[in-house]
């Protein structure tokens, strides 16, 4: 089993000289991205004009499939989980209008599976576990998935920032965001705790965020 780890970070302004908004999601380089399964939206943090602000944000490296609940284009909510490491597959079923995950067995290497046997297209997610949670935090999204078929994730935590206030936390992204990002780093490759300063160029317009 590998080495599960944690990572808290923390965004921080002061003075910023105008409002901004940051949006941080998992949508790094991945095979199918946007036809297959789709980013949702981690955080959105906004950060004053005048005067300091710090926004944080915890993830730990246990991941899990879920049943997502979805609303008006945000996950709300999820039926049931399981948590899953890399190599390991775990079978969707359904008894009586209950869903359940198998327990995970090896599978392939290198991906996280779910084989879908309810007799119906399902919706899957693919999150991590944050200490005392009940449910996964959704990180990716797979839209119909069909009857006996399986959706395959190759997981890497390579967390984005945006500057976008466009997205609301939950939000699953059908498409690529509009403006490039202007933060982005493997989490596995970061300290256990690591602060962020988000700053403006005052000549340019343009924002930055630097390790402090």
Not at 23 to 51: A, C, I, N, Q
Not at 186 to 192: G, H, V
């Amino acid at each position: 089993m590998a080495h599960l780890f944690t990572r808290n970070l923390t965004f921080q302004s002061n003075d910023l000289g105008k409002e901004a908004t940051i949006m941080l999601t998992f949508d790094g380089d991945m095979k199918g991205l946007y036809e297959d399964l789709f980013p949702v939206v981690w955080k959105v943090s906004t950060f004053g004009k005048t005067g300091p602000f710090r926004a944080q944000a915890t993830y730990t490296s246990q991941l899990a499939f879920s049943i997502p609940q979805v609303e008006n284009g945000n996950i709300i909510d999820a039926e049931t989980c399981v948590k899953i490491n890399d190599s390991e597959k775990t079978t969707l079923t359904e008894a009586n209008n209950v869903y359940s995950f198998s327990a995970p067995q090896a599978g392939t290497a290198g991906v996280l599976q779910a084989v879908n046997s309810t007799g119906d297209i399902q919706d899957i997610a693919v999150g991590f576990m944050n200490k005392g949670q009940l449910m996964p935090t959704p990180a990716l999204y797979f839209n119909g998935v069909g009857d006996g078929s399986h959706v395959s994730a190759k997981f890497t935590p390579v967390l984005r920032a945006y500057l976008t206030s466009d997205y609301q936390e939950t939000a699953i992204l059908r498409g690529a965001i509009d403006t490039p990002a202007i933060w982005s780093r493997n989490l596995a490759e970061l300290a256990p705790s690591t602060t962020w300063n988000l700053a403006r160029d005052p000549a340019t317009g343009r924002y930055t965020i630097a390790q402090a």
